[in-house]
Each structure stands twice: as C-alpha cells, then as structure tokens.
Nanobody, 117 residues
Framework: EAQLVESGGGLVQAGGSLRLSCAAS????????IGWIRQAPGKEREGVSC????????YYADSVKGRFTISSDNAKNTVFLHMNSLKPEDTAVYYC??????????WGQGAQVTVSS
C-alpha cells in the first residue's frame, strides 16, 4: 500500500523554525516529485515546495522563498521541509503530496503548523 507519513509541525512563535518530514513507502520514490501543499482556513490551497529526485530540481512558492528549504534522504525515502523565519501567515495544515502538481496521487495525513505573533 502506497503511503506518505508525515511528522513534525506544531506551534511556534513568529521568527521560529520547524521541520516537517514525509516518509514514502509502497511506491518507487525515484519516480515521483514529492512536495508540500498547505491549506489555511478561508484561503485557497497553495503549493509550497517540491523536490524531484530524477533531476534534483526544486520549486518554492514566492511566499516561502528564502525561508523554506526542501531536502531528501534518499536512503530513507524521506523528504523534509525546513521552515525558518516563520510568519503567522504560514499557519496552515501542510500536506505531503506525490507527485507535485494538479494530478496528486498520494497524500500525507496532514500536519498542523501554527505560528503565533
């Protein structure tokens, strides 16, 4: 069974840092670009970041560029989202997804990130 299992998230003050992890299993990690989208109450879903192992490319939304970094541990089929200089507007549920883009096949269970001002 294909799965994306997330960990991390939580409550942090503005300016703080958090790390999200996404462990993939049940499908070929190399075949998918894996990333994160977020959903905040009353706002549209936003693609945050994406990593493609096949060519090493990364994507970041303008809203997180320079603050968030996506990385992977290929031996563990795990992708990380390092979030620094967090702002209250980063508050959302973050979902690990594969592949990135409009045709998502797999979803993580979601991780709440709350940034207090």
């Amino acid at each position: 069974e294909a799965q994306l299992v997330e960990s991390g998230g939580g409550l942090v003050q503005a300016g703080g840092s958090l790390r999200l992890s996404c462990a993939a299993s049940g499908f070929t990690f190399d075949d998918y670009a894996i990333g994160w989208i977020r959903q905040a109450p009353g706002k549209e879903r936003e693609g945050v970041s994406c990593f493609s192992k096949s060519d090493g490319s990364t994507y970041y939304a303008d809203s997180v560029k320079g603050r968030f970094t996506i990385s992977s541990d290929n031996a563990k089929n795990t992708v990380f989202l390092h979030m620094n200089s967090l702002k209250p507007e980063d508050t959302a549920v973050y979902y690990c997804v594969a592949p990135c883009g409009p045709r998502i096949e797999y979803w993580g269970q979601g991780a709440q990130v709350t940034v207090s001002s």
